[in-house]
C-alpha cells in the first residue's frame, strides 16, 4: 500500500535554530513531491514540487531535497512567522492521485 | 488576483439535512478536487474533476455528492447519508496535467446543530 509519513509529528524550535523535517515514502512511480504550508483554518499554499531524486528547490528560509525513499525539508534560522503546519505529498503514478501526510506542526518560539 | 473561493467559511448542519459548499476558481484550472481533513489525518479525497460536466469518486465518496457544470465552479453536496460530516472541507483546483500542483481554496468548517 502507497502511505507517506511526515515525522516529527510536532517539533518547537526556537528562533534561529536550524532544523529538518522528514517525509518518507513507500510507493511506485514517483510523478512529483509537493511540500505544502497550512496556517490554522486556511488551506494549504503550495511551497515546492521536486520531480527526481537529488533535486532541490529553495525559498528564503526553506529548503526542500528528494532522495528515492523520502524528503527533507530543512528550516534555516527559523523566524516565528514559520509557525504552521507543514504538509508532504506525493503524486503517484494514478491519474491525478496525490497521497498527503498528516503533516508536521512547527513551532517557533522567539 | 486569482484564486480559490470557497465558501461559507462555517457551516452548521441539522439532522437530516443536505448542505451545500460552494467552491469557485478563476485560475483558468481544469481539474478541481475536494478534501476532507479530519485532525490526526492526512487530507482524504472525496471527488475529484478532471473536466466539465465529468467528475470520479474519490476514496470517501459516500454520503457526498458533486456536479461540474462550468469550469470555474464545483460545488460539493454534504447528505443526510454522510453520518459524520464533521471536518474541515478544503477545494483544490490545478492544471490538468501529470505533476502539477494542487492549489487549494481557505477552507469551509461544517459542523452538527
Known amino acids: 500500500e502507497d502511505q507517506v509519513t511526515q515525522s516529527p509529528e510536532a517539533l518547537r524550535l526556537q528562533e534561529g535554530e536550524s532544523s529538518s523535517l522528514n517525509c518518507s515514502y513507500t510507493?511506485?512511480?514517483?510523478?512529483?513531491l509537493f511540500w505544502y504550508r497550512q496556517d490554522p483554518g486556511k488551506g494549504p499554499e503550495f511551497l515546492f514540487t521536486l520531480y527526481s531524486a537529488g533535486e532541490e528547490k529553495e525559498k528564503e528560509r526553506l529548503k526542500a531535497t528528494l532522495t528515492k525513499k523520502e524528503s527533507f525539508l530543512h528550516i534555516t534560522a527559523p523566524k516565528p512567522e514559520d509557525s504552521a503546519t507543514y504538509l508532504c505529498a506525493v503524486h503517484m503514478g494514478g491519474y491525478q492521485k496525490v497521497t498527503f501526510g498528516t503533516g508536521t506542526k512547527l513551532q517557533v518560539i522567539p | 488576483d486569482g484564486g480559490i473561493t470557497q465558501s461559507p467559511k462555517y457551516l452548521f448542519r441539522k439532522e437530516g439535512q443536505n448542505v451545500t459548499l460552494s467552491c469557485e476558481q478563476n485560475?483558468?484550472?481544469?481539474?478541481m478536487y475536494w478534501y476532507r481533513q479530519d485532525p490526526g489525518q492526512g487530507l482524504r479525497l472525496i471527488y475529484y474533476?478532471?473536466?466539465?460536466?465529468?467528475?470520479q469518486k474519490g476514496d470517501i465518496a459516500e454520503g457526498y455528492s458533486v456536479s461540474r457544470e462550468k469550469k470555474e465552479s464545483f460545488p460539493l453536496t454534504v447528505t443526510s447519508a454522510q453520518k459524520n460530516p464533521t471536518a474541515f472541507y478544503l477545494c483544490?483546483?490545478?492544471?490538468?496535467?501529470?505533476?502539477?500542483?494542487?492549489?487549494f481554496g481557505d477552507g469551509t468548517r461544517l459542523s452538527i446543530l
Open positions: 510507493v511506485s512511480g514517483l510523478r512529483g
Open positions: 485560475l483558468n484550472h481544469d481539474a
Open positions: 474533476s478532471q473536466i466539465v460536466n465529468d467528475f
Open positions: 483544490a483546483s490545478s492544471i490538468e496535467r501529470y505533476n502539477q500542483p494542487q492549489h
